[in-house]
């Protein structure tokens, strides 16, 4: 499929274990976000990366939540030592440039449940 | 402090009829606006934009309208479809700026 990919699409874990999410984004795209959805919440913006630019972190809530993007393709977000408010969707899209009007496109998440 | 709220969170309304989602923002530097429609189990997918120069921007049948002076904007959807139901979310970004302010999502429920 050409469209962008996530995994795993459900992670249960218990409280103080590290998790990986994976985001495959649309080849091509040289911008790719992390987003967090809480229950009844709207999308929190995660971290932000640009072709070769330094990543924006600014959204990262503490110092638990780190993400790489190897290769300019591929990107993993890691939580360490998970808390049960870390349990949430991550989301992740990809775009053809940098600007609010490239439509961001999305993969189906990562549902985080954190015990 | 939520710069761009959607106040209801669902709505439920009959098929062939007009649907109206609404969308409130604070923060007047905002010039571009979104919005995108979520299905469960599927990431969200842009629906429809418009730029802080229109008031109105027409996409077959999904209409947005922006009142500046309000800081209000809402989304038309006539007729609605029984697939039109999902989750709807309005978003916000300050010059052209990357980073999408979004809110809450609603759930737009279509009887038949």
């Known amino acids: 499929g050409a469209g962008v990919s996530q995994s795993p699409s459900n992670k249960v874990t218990e409280k103080g274990k590290d998790v990986e999410l994976r985001c495959d984004p649309i080849s091509g795209h040289t911008a790719l976000y992390w987003y967090r959805q809480s229950l009844g919440q709207g999308l929190e913006f995660l971290i932000y990366?640009?072709?070769?630019?330094?990543?924006?972190k600014s959204g990262l809530p503490s110092d638990r939540f780190s993400a790489e993007r190897t290769g300019g393709s591929v990107s993993t977000l890691t939580i360490q030592r998970t808390q049960q408010e870390d349990s949430a969707v991550y989301l992740c899209?990809?775009?053809?440039?940098?600007?609010?009007?490239?439509?961001?496109?999305f993969g189906p998440g990562t549902r985080l449940t954190v015990l | 402090d939520q710069q761009v709220k959607q106040n209801s969170p669902s709505l439920s309304v009959q098929e062939g009829r007009i649907s109206i989602l609404n969308c409130d923002y604070t923060?007047?530097?905002?010039?571009?606006f979104l919005w995108y429609k979520k299905y469960p189990a599927e990431g969200p997918t842009f629906l429809i934009s418009?730029?802080?120069i229109k008031d109105k921007n027409e996409d077959g049948r999904f209409t947005v309208f922006l009142n500046k002076s309000a800081k209000h904007l809402s989304l038309h959807i006539v007729p609605s479809q029984p697939g039109d139901s999902a989750v709807y979310f309005c978003a916000a970004s300050e010059g052209s700026n990357y980073q999408l302010i979004w809110g809450a999502g609603t759930k737009l429920i279509i009887k038949p």
């Open positions: 899209a990809s775009s053809r440039g940098h600007r609010s009007y490239n439509e961001q496109f």
């Open positions: 990366f640009q072709g070769n630019s330094a990543p924006d």
């Open positions: 923060n007047s530097m905002f010039d571009y």
């Open positions: 418009i730029s802080s």
